[in-house]
């Protein structure tokens, strides 16, 4: 009987230590993920001032996760993330009826490559962007577009509901922008392409998000954020936010405070 209750104690104390050893196996290597040959030359264009091996580190994409990209468009993100959730992820790219039309041909293309065989292309609303019944995801990213959304007139709370809805209890929401000047609100979301990082913190908590994380490896002090972040010469100030929905999905959303 003492063999095995110390055979027992071996065996716990194995698994306790092989733990973060096996934890650490889940996490992809990120630069090996974006310095893949097979990426196209057009990607790598667009990794420029993105910094995309951070990007996918602040996101947190791990293999086997289920992934709503929002505002996929080309597909230059949704593809980032499926090399890091491969081989057992998926990456529902969504864009609406009118942006699918506009890049379709493109989207297309980049889905018939090996890479890009967890991508799903998806083609709703913004306000309604899971397909329908799908409520487990991992993690929802929405970035470059949050400001397109602002003059596009969609209804930002309920889209903002809805990326609350799709998720798991406890999954999360990775958004991130051109930043405008502190106190902008809404007035440069067309003109200069740009949204304000307070704005879009407070509306997101408003749909029962808690934030987490504040990334700034895209921060651009230089920046005077008054051209508009498509056409500027120079690098451009991104915001990235982090939040996570409740654990509990019996409870009500509660708002959080802006500034809390």
Known sequence: MFKYRILACLLTLSAIVAT????????????????????????????????????????????????????????????????????????????????????????????????????????????????????????????????????LGVDRAKMNKAFYDALKPGGELVVGDYSAKPGAGTSVVQTLHRSDEALVRSEIEAAGFKLIDHGDFLHVPEDARDAPSHSSAQPVDIYMLKFRSRADPQKAPVTNPAGA
């Open 20 to 151: 973060p050893a096996a934890v650490a196996q889940t996490i992809p290597d990120y630069a090996a993920i974006v310095a893949t040959p097979d990426r196209s030359d057009a990607d790598r264009k667009l990794d420029t001032n993105r910094a995309p091996a951070q990007w996918l580190a602040f996101i947190g994409a791990k293999p086997g996760m289920k992934i709503l990209d929002i505002f996929a468009v080309y597909g230059w993100k949704a593809e980032l993330l499926a090399r890091a959730v491969a081989p057992d992820g998926k990456v529902y790219a969504q864009n609406s009826e009118a942006v699918f039309a506009r890049v379709k041909d493109r989207l297309d293309a980049r889905l018939k490559t090996p890479a890009t065989a967890s991508i799903v292309s998806v083609v709703r609303p913004f306000e309604d962007p899971a397909p329908p019944g799908m409520h487990d995801f991992d993690l929802v990213t929405f970035f470059y577009a949050y400001h397109d959304i602002t003059y």
